[in-house]
């Protein structure tokens, strides 16, 4: 028997699939016929939707799902009514509506997602019914510029932390960090400034700073699962009993990553953060120094002469969006 049905695409205007809350999302729906075809209807439906799923299958121990939106239409065909007959050829249906404001970006975890498609189904009179669907990405904009202005301002940091016990390598260390300001978007550098004073007897083995990545997700008000990833590091060495260490803006490059915090979404929360790390040669614990930051979409505009920020690290803004991450199949922290 030959195939009535040659192709059934849904085909976005927006080729690059990518929308803003607020914008339009138009396209058609395609089909090619190789022969008079007796339909039905002609279904179509927009789904956006955020899930958090802790394990799986059978062992699956948390679940919880939130819609932003829920849209169906009839392209073709009515309710009760007598088929219509397509004739062989390329037929389109054109669609077109507003997404809402507020929706969050599109996301992809280990734990949970965001993400946004269309479903197309167009019906026969015998009970065959085609099917497709396609993705669409949706970025809900950070702009820095309309964020609180201390996020512009450097951002800083400071401890006093005693390590050892007594005369055996007991004496304090002394650090203090500083960022260039408290907020970036992909494809910027944070310069990074530190200095550490070592008054103990005991040696550090190494100071690090690390970008990180924490991701929470939540089901039914409740913390289901939470991953932490380090996104960028920087290392120093030894620092000897007396000695010091200083760290002159050394750049932390940020990658193609999501918004902070996923406005709009109540499931899952994405945090940033650098920490300064201090690892002292003993069985001591390592200090951790945190300094969170915002991630936006949006940089901080150049400001004239007269409100000058100085020289900014370089630039290098990502081709890739920040949907899916090379990382997400690891295992987490």
Excluded at 280 to 295: A, F, G, M, R, T
Aim: aromatic fraction near 8%; charged fraction near 20%; glycine fraction near 10%.
């Amino acid at each position: 028997m030959p195939r009535k049905l040659l192709k059934f695409l849904i085909v976005f205007d927006n080729t690059s699939l990518l929308y803003f809350p607020g914008q339009f999302l138009s396209g058609k729906v395609l089909m090619e016929l190789q022969e008079d075809t007796p339909v039905l209807g002609l279904h179509f439906h927009v789904i956006g939707e955020g899930v958090v799923r802790v394990g799986s299958g059978r062992h699956e121990r948390l679940f919880d799902k939130e819609n932003y939106i829920d849209f169906r239409m009839r392209l073709l065909g009515e309710s009760g009514h007598t088929p219509s007959l397509l004739s062989p050829g390329i037929h389109s249906f054109p669609f077109k509506l507003g997404l809402p404001m507020g929706l969050p970006s599109t996301f992809l975890g280990t734990h949970g997602w965001v993400q946004y498609y269309c479903k197309a189904a167009l019906r026969e009179p015998n009970g065959l019914t085609h099917k497709n669907q396609q993705v669409f990405i949706v970025m809900n904009p950070i702009d820095l510029n309309l964020e609180p202005p201390v996020l512009s301002q450097e951002l800083e940091c400071s401890i006093e932390h005693r390590v050892g016990v007594g005369c055996v390598g007991g004496g304090a260390v002394a650090c203090s960090v500083s960022l260039d300001r408290g907020a970036y978007v992909p494809g910027e550098s944070i310069a990074l400034s530190a200095r550490l004073v070592n008054n103990s007897r005991t040696a550090i083995k190494c100071t690090r700073a690390a970008l990180t990545e924490t991701i929470q997700y939540s089901a039914h008000g409740k913390v289901a699962a939470k991953e932490v990833r380090e996104l960028a590091t920087l290392t120093h060495g030894k620092t000897r009993p007396g000695g010091s260490d200083v760290w002159r803006r050394e750049l932390l490059y940020v990658p193609p990553l999501p918004p902070t915090n996923l406005r709009g979404c109540h499931l899952i929360a994405v945090h940033y953060d650098v920490y300064f790390i201090i690892e002292p040669k003993s069985l001591e614990k390592e200090v951790k120094l945190q300094l969170p930051i915002v991630l936006g979409t949006y940089p901080f505009r150049e400001r004239d002469e007269d409100g000058e920020r100085g020289e900014q690290p370089p630039t290098h803004y990502p081709t890739t969006l920040p949907v899916f991450r090379a990382w997400l199949h690891d295992k987490p922290r």
